[in-house]
């Protein structure tokens, strides 16, 4: 039981690290502070602010997966592609070529990714 409330904590750590870039959904500005991209144009001001709400609902789900269980594995899995995708795809274009704070991102979600494995074990029975 123990390991159940670590793992817990695990999941809205991850949950919190998707939602916390939702605020550029609200805020489009905040991009350059969050990915270092200028926003460039108004398509691009919808794309950014598009990924950062569809991560605070990724988020959201993450967080109360970590305390309901029915939800859990499904949470748990839309995190792993959210944060795998990204790690991919970072990889794809050219790690090196990346900023650093698109670098921190990849590296924050590297981390989370281990984090929810080691997570979603603790849940197994």
């Known amino acids: ?5 670590l793992a817990q904590a695990v999941l809205v ?6 939602v916390v870039p ?4 609200c805020t489009p500005r ?20 598009h990924r950062a709400l569809l991560l605070a609902l990724v988020g959201a789900g993450v967080i109360v997966g970590a305390f309901v269980a ?3 594995v499904a949470a748990i899995i839309a995190a792993a592609i959210s944060m795998s995708s990204f790690v991919a795809l970072a ?23 281990v984090g929810l494995a080691i997570a979603a074990l603790a849940f197994i029975e």
């Open 70 to 72: 029915p939800i859990r």
């Open 13 to 18: 750590l991850i949950g919190v690290i998707h």
């Open 30 to 49: 905040r991009a350059v502070a969050v990915y270092g991209t200028d926003l460039g144009n108004r398509d691009q001001e919808l794309l950014l602010r």
């Open 91 to 113: 990889l794809t274009v050219g790690f090196r070529e990346l900023n650093e704070k698109a670098k921190r991102v990849a590296w924050v979600d590297v981390f989370a990714l």
């Open 1 to 5: 039981m123990r390991f159940e409330y």
């Open 22 to 25: 939702g605020i550029v959904a």
